[in-house]
């Protein structure tokens, strides 16, 4: 009972410095997620796959890549982080995309950048 | 954009009593789907209950239930029967049917609220 696994957890980084946030799901899910949470808000969707191959943008993708070359995996790119990039981050995958289905989601990554 | 506002940022209860969550969003949509999450110290996101837009029937699952308002754009989520390990975040999130791209297809949450348990 895998279901949505984010590595690593915790991660400090410094200002410039580039990083993976790795996200596996085995539950054959189309839909894959990655969002952002910061103090006093709710999740912010960052970057979305509905298959293997297809990525597009959430509300705040600027900063972070994205790609799907399996179904199974999603990792998050920082390319150059910075202090702004400090939040918790979540991965979520959903079977199918309709929307009906509830998203399941990992345990989170907690990310400062110095 | 969808928009979800949970205006309460902090509720309290006693155990064994019942509260009631607010969210109302506003969205162009007639078709969408609305979900209460809860998020425990741990950081889980833990799916407490869902509602499609076109049911009319609120959805309800043990102990709790939502209060589905489509007219006035509103989505409670009712706990009864409170108990200690109901203590947590609760966040209210809508999603548009399907796929459409372009940044819209994910769920908006709310800013939540802090849910405490008074023993």
């Known amino acids: 009972n895998a279901g949505v696994t984010q590595t690593p957890k915790f991660q400090v980084l410094k200002t410039g410095q580039s990083m993976t946030l790795q996200c596996a799901q085995d539950?054959?899910?189309?839909?894959m997620s990655w969002y952002r949470q910061d103090p006093g808000m709710g999740l912010r969707l960052i970057h979305y796959?509905?298959?293997?191959?297809?990525?597009d943008q959430g509300e705040v993708p600027n900063g972070y890549n994205v790609s799907r070359s399996t179904t199974e995996d999603f990792p998050l790119r920082l390319l150059s982080a910075a202090p702004s990039q400090t939040s918790v981050y979540f991965c979520?995958?959903?079977?199918?995309?309709?929307?009906?289905?509830?998203?399941?989601f990992g345990d989170g990554t907690r990310l400062s950048i110095l | 954009a969808q928009t979800v506002t949970q205006s309460q940022p902090e509720m309290s209860v006693q155990e064994a009593e019942t509260v009631t969550l607010s969210c109302t969003y506003d969205t162009s949509e007639s078709d969408y789907y609305l979900f209460w999450y809860k998020q425990p110290p741990s950081r889980q996101m833990i799916l407490v209950i869902r509602q499609e837009a076109y049911k009319q029937q609120n959805a309800t699952e043990n102990r709790f239930s939502v209060n589905f308002q489509k007219a006035a754009k509103s989505f409670s989520l009712k706990i009864s029967d409170s108990q200690l390990g109901d203590a947590a975040m609760y966040f209210c999130a809508y999603r548009t049917p399907g796929w459409r791209g372009g940044g819209a297809d994910g769920l908006t949450f709310g800013k939540g609220t802090h849910l405490i348990i008074q023993p």
């Open positions: 796959s509905v298959g293997a191959g297809i990525t």
């Open positions: 979520a995958s959903q079977q199918g995309i309709n929307s009906n289905q509830p998203q399941h």
């Open positions: 539950m054959n899910h189309e839909y």
